[in-house]
């Protein structure tokens, strides 16, 4: 079978960059590589641009409303390929089928918002706020948006950019993660299908150089991104330097704190689906557990309970499994050092891949490592989990 080669959504057609350089696309459930994605160069981004600048005039001067009737049909559209949309994140990202439903329905809320936009659009007035002034405010297009999304949310976080975007009458340029490229494209195609002009909404694939090139483009004229903190920062810089609006989210460390006395039930629930949910591989995950005075052991007691539970597999085939894997071997191989170095450290470690006993239907491919250590006496109690990437 071969393998899927993904191209560029511009000016709604599928257009294959020029490129030598590409990237396999896995699925991380198995390793097989499924896609390669192009690293495309500057005069792809230039190219999106060009066709995004030129339907912006046309797109901004159509009427709100006429907008708002466009995006109620892609919300349509994109409610009735949640399932087929699921199952590609399924697939690239290696969430379960029920976080992927997730990630669509959390995008699907953002589309439900922008679809208000004639009521959102609304300015303000203030009839003689001095003598003989009255004072208006309008609210305006920019012209050509960007948006550069991670591989966490293939749906959802692009979701929070470019429907609001092209609501308010501009036209929009979409830079996924390269891990994760399928996702956008089919978007790109629903929201041709529902009826979105040519060139108002782009996606061009790439790494370094197509986010170097949006962020300093003097065609773009604001930015989104959302990823690891150093980026961000870069992002952030690059683009303000240029003179652009730029919105740059980071990262975070999540601190949970328990009390004596937590309800155990719901704590626990709490606990699992931020540490465990799409393989922690979220902004809000909770990398660390603070169990405080006499709660800290039987916490500790529970939590190995709930995570022996846990069932590991395909989730690209198997619709109950209760935790993918992590996206890729540089992310497993990370995890395996942060454990590696605990036992350097001489952490206590409560279970490992010898003593979890996790059901797995392929325990001989998968290696699993799950730990809960101490650190610093008895207050800090951290979760690492990872499942080995083939």
Not at 67 to 95: D, M
Not at 288 to 294: D, K
Request: charged share 25%.
């Amino acid at each position: 079978m071969s393998t899927e080669v993904i191209t560029n959504f511009i000016h709604g057609k599928p257009i294959a960059p020029q490129v030598e350089n590409f990237g396999d696309v896995h699925n991380p459930s198995t390793g097989e590589v499924i896609a390669k994605t192009p690293f495309s160069q500057a005069h792809d981004v230039d190219a999106a641009v060009e066709s995004a600048g030129k339907a912006f005039p046309s797109w901004s001067d159509t009427p709100a409303p006429a907008r708002a009737k466009i995006l109620f049909e892609c919300r349509r559209l994109v409610a009735e390929n949640l399932e087929a949309l699921s199952q590609l994140i399924c697939e690239e990202n290696g969430k379960t089928f029920g976080e992927a439903k997730g990630d669509v329905t959390r995008g699907l809320e953002v589309l439900e918002f922008a679809c208000n936009i004639p009521h959102l659009l609304k300015g303000e007035s203030l009839p003689q706020m001095a003598e003989h002034i009255d004072g208006t405010t309008s609210r305006e297009p920019l012209g050509v948006c960007a948006g550069i999304t991670p591989f966490n949310f293939p749906v959802m976080v692009p979701m929070w950019m470019f429907p609001l975007a092209i609501a308010c009458g501009n036209t929009f340029i979409l830079k996924p993660s390269e891990k994760v490229p399928r996702c956008a494209n089919r978007l790109a195609q629903i929201f041709l299908e529902a009826g979105l002009p040519e060139g108002v909404f782009n996606v061009v694939h790439g790494g370094r150089e197509a986010v170097e090139t949006i962020c300093a483009h003097p065609g773009i004229s604001a930015v989104s991104f959302v990823g690891s903190t150093s980026v961000a920062q870069a992002v952030y810089e690059q683009g303000t330097r240029a003179g652009k609006r730029v919105q740059a989210a980071g990262g975070a460390k999540n601190v949970m704190v328990v009390m004596p006395d937590a309800e155990r039930d719901s704590t626990l629930r709490a606990i699992m689906g931020a540490a465990f949910g799409c393989a922690g591989q979220r902004c809000m995950a909770g990398s660390i557990l603070m169990g405080i005075g006499e709660i800290a052991d039987p916490l500790q007691e529970s939590l190995v309970s709930e995570m022996d539970a846990l069932t590991l597999g395909d989730t690209s085939r198997d619709r109950s499994v209760g935790m993918g894997a992590v996206i890729d071997s540089q992310s497993r191989d990370r995890l395996f050092g942060v454990i590696e170095k605990a036992a350097q450290d001489k952490v206590q470690i409560v279970r490992d891949d010898e003593q979890c006993g996790i059901r797995s239907g392929s325990a001989e491919r998968d290696r699993i490592k799950w730990v809960v250590w101490i650190r610093d006496g008895e207050l800090h109690r951290t979760a690492v989990r990872a499942r080995v990437h083939r």
